[in-house]
């Protein structure tokens, strides 16, 4: 029903900055739980960054806190990251997420997001 696609991953230098794009197209309606996910080799899934595009509000892991920043542009159905000082172990593949869920269940920590884009990859060398 929500299909979603990612853009704006790439290599970078430690200290750059990248921001990813999240484009969604179907049913959006309801669907106003957005978020970003990583994974780097070996490692679990993380939160990275969510944002509730009722109101705005956003939830960011500790890791990212001050250095990235989830956005929206409703009149474009598109959920951006923009991604500052990066650094080597920020490196992983970034998947946008949506859900239907509540405002207050629209958090990094919460699992099981109903609709997934292919995953953008970012590498940040040393």
């Known amino acids: 029903q929500v299909q979603l696609v990612e853009s704006g991953g790439g290599s970078v230098q430690a200290g750059g900055s990248l921001r990813l794009s999240c484009a969604a197209s179907?049913?959006?309606?309801?669907?106003?739980?957005m978020g970003w996910f990583r994974q780097a080799p070996g490692k679990e899934r993380e939160g990275v960054a969510t944002i509730y595009t009722g109101d705005g509000s956003t939830d960011y892991a500790d890791s990212v806190k001050g250095r990235f920043t989830i956005s929206q542009d409703n009149a474009k159905n598109t959920a951006y990251l923009q991604m500052n000082s990066l650094k080597p172990e920020d490196t992983a593949m970034y998947y946008c997420?949506?859900?239907?869920?509540?405002?207050?269940?629209?958090?990094?920590?919460?699992?099981?997001?109903?609709?997934w884009g292919q995953g953008t990859q970012v590498t940040v060398s040393s």
């Open positions: 179907g049913y959006t309606d309801g669907y106003k739980c």
């Open positions: 997420a949506a859900d239907g869920r509540s405002r207050w269940a629209c958090t990094t920590g919460e699992a099981n997001f109903g609709y």
